[in-house]
């Protein structure tokens, strides 16, 4: 019921027809989602070839060589098993085998009648650790994916590695912790001779050329809020959002189906990941925020198990709707994965018990809420001990509330009007058609009458939004005020916790004292 009252909210706004109304007064047959010769729409007949599934079988002499070649034959047994019942099986000829594993968009199209488990290490800006998916299997696969790209998309062998440094850029969502162990897997795992890390939204900035801005980073899972002023991440402006393209997309599918236009065929966005592809490609293709009405005629398929692509071309409709869900997030239905139990929590050597900080030892004495219960329903980030001295907020709040929150909460006028001049989109996200000039209304309507801004500027990317904290970090790689922040491999590796120079490297909040001391317990 919410969710359809933010339906209605959004579109009494884009002045279009009510979901009762809608439903009552259509003219077209609402009991199939198919139509033939609707050809009325300029956006029809994009990109609509149909996923392939992945060809998860290879030669054994194939397999063997190109292993050999990069890791040496006790590293080999590391990555056997990568996904449940992925060994040796033949397949009736002693020439293949099952591929060990499969990553990246490949993963999300393998058929389900294969003998593959899919894993997401990270998920809603944060490891997915849970007592189905332990700690332990979080960063052996991290690894593997990473391994996967240096050797098979970059080429890097890891007896070269130690030729190469890492920039680690990070998602402002992380913790310290998660943060140590993610440099521990580039160092020590990965083989490289030294790192440093730099944050998402710093890196954003300077990727299109800034050292002041509000950064909103809109990715597949989190929507993050921060502010830069002159090349420093303010941490206390910073806002996590639980909702990105992913919850777009999915509101697509359900708010076709609401209007029944989708076709009779068995899509499911959270346990077929390539209906969830599919999905992706339509919202790229088809949404956008503007008012009046928004359809379209698009090619879906069906992908039932194993089974070739079956097409249906068929109207959407509603397309404006579902970007307007990053304003009313109630429409998204932002968490659609509860938190998995917290058991691990009270152990001692769980990753989320900071043993190397001495700041926050177990004591009587304080207070019982820094260590919630196992059944208190506390969503991972939310029972970090962290909490009491770095700020984190995260609210169930639009994404136009959560930039004016951020950027008035600098308390400074004059910083406030440079910063509401200097919003910047990035993500995927960023490239919905029509949401710089949303954010900039609604934004701007959302400043208290209280508060002396009369302007709201939303910056033209100058490049793709996507890759901005790819460029960024390298920027920031090679300036020279952050030389001093590298961690060497070795120093990593043997010296644990020591005390270094005095210098604070002010670029890196969540590593608090990256200079000052290697945080390697």
Same mark, same amino acid.
């Given at each position: ?56 079988? /290879?030669? @054994?002499?194939? %397999? &063997?060589?190109? !292993? ?5 034959? $006790? ?102 912790? /998660?943060? @140590?162990?993610? %440099? &521990?897997?580039? !160092? ?5 001779? $030294? ?327």
């Amino acid at each position: 019921m919410e969710r359809e009252k933010a339906y209605d909210t959004i579109a009494s706004l884009l002045k279009i027809p009510f979901l009762d109304e809608e439903v009552a007064n259509n003219s077209y047959p609402r009991k199939m989602g198919r139509v033939d010769g609707y050809t009325n729409t300029p956006l029809s007949n994009k990109k609509e070839t149909a996923f392939t599934w992945t060809n998860v079988l /290879e030669k @054994k002499s194939d %397999l &063997s060589s190109a !292993l050999e070649s990069s890791l040496n034959k $006790s590293e080999i047994s590391n990555f056997q098993d990568k996904e449940e019942g992925t060994t040796s099986k033949e397949l009736g000829s002693s020439e293949f085998k099952f591929v060990e594993y499969i990553c990246g968009e490949e993963a999300l199209r393998i058929s389900p009648t294969e003998p593959y488990c899919l894993r997401r290490p990270i998920r809603r800006g944060h490891f997915n650790i849970s007592q189905h998916y332990p700690m332990q299997q979080v960063f052996e696969d991290l690894q593997a994916i990473w391994d996967w790209i240096l050797i098979e998309k970059l080429h890097i062998p890891r007896s070269e590695r130690n030729m190469f440094s890492a920039i680690l850029v990070v998602p402002e969502t992380f913790d310290n912790r /998660e943060i @140590k162990e993610m %440099l &521990s897997i580039i !160092l020590r795992d990965l083989h490289f001779s $030294s790192a440093v890390v730099h944050q998402e939204g710093l890196a954003g900035a300077f990727g299109n050329g800034l050292s002041t801005a509000c950064v909103v980073n809109m990715g597949a899972q989190v929507t993050t809020v921060i502010c830069i002023e002159d090349g420093v991440a303010l941490p206390a402006t910073q806002m996590t959002l639980r909702f990105g393209g992913e919850d777009i997309s999915r509101c697509l599918l359900w708010t076709q189906r609401h209007h029944q236009t989708w076709p009779p065929i068995r899509t499911d966005a959270l346990t077929k990941p390539v209906d969830l592809l599919m999905l992706n490609r339509l919202k790229e293709t088809y949404c956008q925020i503007k008012e009046g009405e928004v359809e379209a005629v698009a090619v879906v398929h069906s992908y039932e198990d194993g089974m070739p692509a079956v097409s249906h071309r068929t109207r959407l409709t509603a397309l404006n709707v579902p970007p307007m869900g990053l304003f009313y997030p109630m429409l998204l239905v932002p968490d659609v994965y509860p938190p998995p139990p917290r058991s691990w929590f009270n152990d001692f050597e769980d990753m989320m018990e900071d043993t190397w900080h001495m700041e926050f030892p177990r004591r009587t004495d304080m207070s019982e809420s820094l260590y919630p219960s196992l059944n208190g329903g506390f969503s991972m980030w939310e029972s970090y001990p962290y909490f009491q001295t770095k700020p984190k907020k995260e609210d169930n709040i639009g994404l136009a509330e959560a930039v004016t929150k951020s950027i008035l909460s600098t308390g400074r006028v004059d910083l406030q009007r440079k910063l509401f001049c200097s919003i910047q989109l990035i993500g995927g996200v960023a490239l919905t058609a029509g949401l710089i000039s949303a954010v900039e209304e609604r934004v701007l309507h959302a400043i208290p009458s209280n508060e002396a801004i009369d302007t709201v500027e939303v910056l033209q990317p100058r490049t793709n939004p996507t890759f901005v904290p790819w460029k960024g970090g390298a920027i920031l790689g090679v300036l020279d005020y952050g030389r001093d922040a590298w961690i060497h491999r070795e120093d990593w590796i043997r010296n644990g916790i020591h005390i270094g120079s005095g210098r604070k490297y002010k670029d890196s909040y969540f590593l608090q004292a990256q200079a000052t001391c290697y945080m390697n317990s």
